[in-house]
């Protein structure tokens, strides 16, 4: 009889993996497949090539930063200042390009990378407080935000800056054959991230990491190295994304991208990456992305209310943390089954003390 329980016990918890995995990996894609469906039906030029290049291009800086942001989730952290950064990087390009220090007046490259190693250094400042200082990720990540948010006002007094080159504007708007260009380089970041976290050492240590911090450690990972790597990259991402955002938009702004934050943290989730770390990657944040840029682009086309996108976001958002957190669940009860628990045993421990 302790046999035939045993082997219930295990098939159920194989049951309860296979589901839970499904789960997770399934519904991203059954959910950017009906928006497409639905949206298709409600406008004619929804599918027409012009629109898929729009949604392509509107979506390209925020599949940069959502890659950086992803780095940051697979290790159970979180990055709040990615949207003030992108704005910063903005800024201090246009602002150095502009001014009279001759070492970056007129010069657009180097006006780029001083901005960029601006934002790489809020990043290394944030993972320094969460790695050595043992800070949460999110109140270190909060002050940055403000910070970075300070130095935006502090230097433009809310202004935006139009004076730019051509050439930084050419960045934004130049096409390779049908596709817009900052797609391209988008893709390429994408690619290039999902080769790291599936083909090396760096990348199977934020895995590591995520999965099990302790054990990580145990077995001579560096977890702090990782953790502060982690949050220099997203700075850098965010960095990156403010630029491309200020070609495109032709002008460096200090409103508007606030939903960069959002946006970013939204996709990865919606994909299927859990906050709990260790679990998700690159193609679950494609997914994710592809989901916000359908859904804001189809209501955009049904020429509806536009703050219906937030609702909709916003529901979209909530329904994935319920399946990440119940497939989180599920493999839990399964793990704890397979290690001869039961489920009576589990629920005394998972359930909060009232005595």
Same mark, same amino acid.
């Given at each position: 009889?302790? #046999?035939?329980?045993?082997?219930?016990?295990?098939?159920?918890?194989? &049951?309860?993996?296979?589901?839970?995995?499904?789960?997770?990996?399934?519904?991203? +894609? +059954?959910?950017?497949?009906?928006?497409?469906? &639905?949206?298709?039906?409600?406008?004619?030029?929804?599918?027409?090539?012009?629109?898929?290049?729009?949604?392509?291009?509107?979506?390209?800086?925020?599949?940069?930063?959502?890659?950086?942001?992803?780095?940051?989730?697979?290790?159970?952290?979180?990055?709040?200042?990615?949207?003030?950064?992108?704005?910063?990087?903005?800024?201090?390009?246009?602002?150095?390009?502009?001014?009279?220090?001759?070492?970056?007046?007129?010069?657009?490259?180097?006006?780029?990378?001083?901005?960029?190693?601006?934002? &790489?250094?809020?990043?290394?400042?944030?993972?320094?407080?969460?790695?050595?200082?043992?800070?949460?990720?999110?109140?270190?990540?909060?002050?940055?935000?403000?910070?970075?948010?300070?130095?935006?006002?502090?230097?433009?007094?809310?202004?935006?800056?139009? #004076?730019?080159?051509?050439?930084?504007?050419?960045?934004?708007?130049?096409?390779?054959?049908?596709?817009?260009? %900052?797609?391209?380089?988008?893709?390429?970041? &994408?690619?290039?991230?999902?080769?790291?976290?599936?083909?090396?050492?760096?990348?199977?240590?934020?895995?590591?990491?995520?999965?099990?911090?302790?054990?990580?450690?145990?077995?001579?990972?560096?977890?702090?190295?990782?953790?502060?790597?982690?949050?220099?990259?997203?700075?850098?991402?965010?960095?990156?994304?403010?630029? %491309?955002?200020?070609?495109? +938009?032709?002008?460096?702004?200090?409103?508007?991208?606030?939903?960069?934050?959002?946006?970013?943290?939204?996709?990865?989730?919606?994909?299927?990456?859990?906050?709990?770390?260790?679990?998700?990657?690159?193609?679950?944040?494609?997914?994710?992305?592809?989901?916000?840029?359908?859904?804001?682009?189809?209501?955009?086309?049904?020429?509806?209310?536009?703050?219906?996108?937030?609702?909709?976001?916003?529901?979209?958002?909530?329904?994935? +943390?319920?399946?990440?957190?119940? $497939?989180?669940?599920?493999?839990?009860?399964?793990?704890?089954?397979? $290690?001869?628990?039961?489920? #009576?045993?589990?629920?005394?421990?998972?359930?909060?003390?009232?005595?």
């Amino acid at each position: 009889m302790p #046999e035939m329980i045993k082997k219930s016990i295990h098939k159920s918890s194989r &049951l309860g993996s296979i589901v839970s995995s499904r789960l997770a990996s399934f519904t991203p +894609l +059954l959910t950017l497949l009906a928006l497409v469906v &639905l949206f298709s039906f409600t406008s004619e030029k929804f599918l027409s090539w012009n629109n898929m290049a729009n949604i392509a291009g509107q979506i390209s800086v925020l599949c940069i930063v959502a890659s950086g942001m992803t780095l940051v989730v697979l290790m159970g952290e979180i990055d709040l200042s990615v949207a003030n950064i992108a704005m910063m990087t903005g800024i201090i390009m246009a602002m150095l390009y502009n001014s009279a220090i001759s070492i970056f007046a007129g010069h657009l490259v180097i006006s780029i990378l001083a901005a960029l190693l601006a934002a &790489l250094g809020i990043g290394i400042v944030a993972g320094f407080s969460v790695a050595r200082l043992g800070i949460p990720s999110f109140a270190v990540t909060l002050a940055t935000m403000q910070i970075s948010r300070g130095i935006t006002m502090t230097v433009t007094e809310g202004r935006p800056i139009y #004076e730019l080159p051509d050439s930084l504007r050419a960045i934004g708007s130049f096409r390779i054959g049908p596709l817009p260009g %900052l797609f391209v380089i988008a893709i390429s970041v &994408l690619v290039l991230f999902y080769l790291v976290l599936k083909y090396t050492h760096y990348g199977r240590y934020i895995y590591a990491v995520g999965g099990n911090r302790a054990a990580a450690k145990m077995v001579g990972i560096r977890t702090r190295l990782m953790t502060a790597s982690v949050m220099a990259i997203s700075g850098l991402m965010a960095g990156i994304g403010g630029v %491309l955002t200020v070609a495109r +938009l032709g002008s460096a702004q200090t409103f508007g991208s606030e939903d960069i934050l959002i946006d970013s943290l939204a996709a990865v989730v919606i994909g299927g990456t859990a906050l709990s770390g260790g679990v998700g990657g690159i193609a679950n944040t494609v997914l994710g992305v592809l989901i916000l840029g359908v859904l804001n682009n189809g209501l955009n086309q049904m020429s509806s209310n536009i703050f219906l996108k937030y609702l909709f976001k916003g529901l979209i958002l909530l329904a994935a +943390l319920v399946i990440n957190i119940f $497939t989180g669940w599920v493999k839990e009860r399964a793990q704890m089954r397979q $290690t001869g628990q039961t489920c #009576e045993d589990l629920d005394s421990e998972t359930s909060p003390n009232l005595s």
